[in-house]
């Protein structure tokens, strides 16, 4: 079941500002990771740039962050996936809101999910060269006043209340996550473990079954949410991320720096950032 933090969303809808980026590290030759930025609402479904700023009054938001694996086209395949079911479903909700009905979150993002799991699973069985092809996804939705989610893998949807420390929304689907949850690994010995990129969860990669953590939070003007792959994470601790989102700079983006910081202290993955932020 979703968990819900608040039943009492804002009475006015905050603005929304973002950025988005990705890089292919210092290593790799390519970058399997991918990031969607999409805006909806009943008529049309809307690609947004790497950096803007709109209203939630006449459209929904969503970004999403994808890191492909089992070849080179994982992402790039998870991405496109993504946004051919997004641009089905979501718009549908939008539709029953706008007839004075909730949207169905619920329901809407684990089918998104399953679909994307069932192309996938159906690319590696047809295609010799996806063979074993998988990805991890992590989509942030928002609604005026509400922000809903769905997670699988070990990408990662941080929450920055305004006021509050930083939470982590999203668990990683790994039995390393598992043990930093329940205590029994510090941060410091999770990001040493020897089998902290050993998912139990993803989407196609052989898994027969899609069991996505889906939740909800409600929003406030200047509420900040960040969506990363494992490069960001592998170069930067939490109290980094919070610092960067607490104080971002003000010539290059917040996303843009959060890349640089994650390369100069690592680099050995691709890196994918993107920070939405709540204004009023």
Known sequence: MPSVDSLSPPLTSPDLRWSGLTHPGKVRPNNEDAFLALSFNAAEVRFLGKVG???????DFV???????????????????AVD?????????????????????????????????????????????????????TLAWFAPGWLYF?????????????????????????????????GKLSEREARTHPRKNVLNKALGAGHQFVEPQIGAVSCQPG?????????????????????????PDTIITPAQQLINEALERSGRDNATAVVVEMMS
């Open 150 to 182: 769905a997670h699988i893998g070990d990408s990662r949807l941080y929450y920055l209340p305004a006021g509050a420390p930083l939470r982590q929304l999203s668990k990683d689907d790994s039995q390393v996550g598992w043990l930093r949850r329940n």
């Open 63 to 81: 970004f999403a962050v994808s890191d492909g694996m089992g070849g080179a086209k994982s992402g790039e395949f998870a991405s496109r996936i």
């Open 85 to 137: 079911k997004i641009t089905k479903l979501l718009p549908r909700s939008f539709r029953q809101r706008a007839q004075g009905r909730p949207p169905d979150f619920q329901d809407v993002l684990p089918e998104l999910f399953t679909s994307i799991h069932r192309d996938l699973t159906e690319l590696a069985g047809s295609y010799a060269e996806c063979a074993g092809m998988g990805a991890t996804l």
């Open 53 to 59: 700023s709109d209203s939630l009054g006449e459209s």
């Open 223 to 247: 509420d900040r949410f960040l969506l990363v792959t494992d490069g960001i994470t592998d170069g930067l601790w939490d109290h980094h991320l919070e610092e960067l989102l607490r104080n």
